[in-house]
């Protein structure tokens, strides 16, 4: 019998769905974020707490789905903010702004330490005895 390819292990699917749910969120926040007048219906009540939400998922899935290199995931998202906000400077629409960028790096710095204290409280759970 052929073995399985790699992807398919129980152990890899997991990440693979992680991945894939970064990649949907990538499209979804980059569209939400040029369209020229975003569904009031997602809206948190304030732009910055949106922003802030969503590269906090952002960051808690990129972590999931590629490891414990938190740094290359904060510089990665902190890049990709910039990006949108120098794509919504070229729209007739929307307009960039500093504080956009700072709350997608407060949100991101809080879904990463999310990420950290629930892995610290998972290990330290294992290594209890029972």
Do not use: C
Request: net charge positive; proline share 6%; aromatic share 8%.
């Amino acid at each position: 019998m052929l073995p399985l390819p790699r992807f398919w292990s129980p152990v890899a699917l997991p990440t693979l769905a992680w991945r894939a749910l970064f990649l949907l969120l990538l499209g979804v926040i980059t569209t939400l974020a040029l369209v020229p007048k975003p569904p009031a219906q997602i809206s948190l009540g304030w732009d910055k707490l949106n922003h802030a939400s969503a590269f906090a998922t952002l960051a808690v899935v990129i972590t999931l789905g590629w490891g414990r290199r938190w740094l290359r995931h904060a510089l990665v998202l902190l890049a990709y903010g910039a990006l949108i906000e120098v794509l919504q400077a070229m729209t007739a629409t929307r307009s960039a702004e500093w504080a956009d960028l700072l709350a997608d790096g407060l949100g991101l710095t809080a879904g990463l330490l999310l990420v950290a204290g629930l892995r610290a409280a998972s290990d330290r759970w294992r290594r209890t005895p029972r």
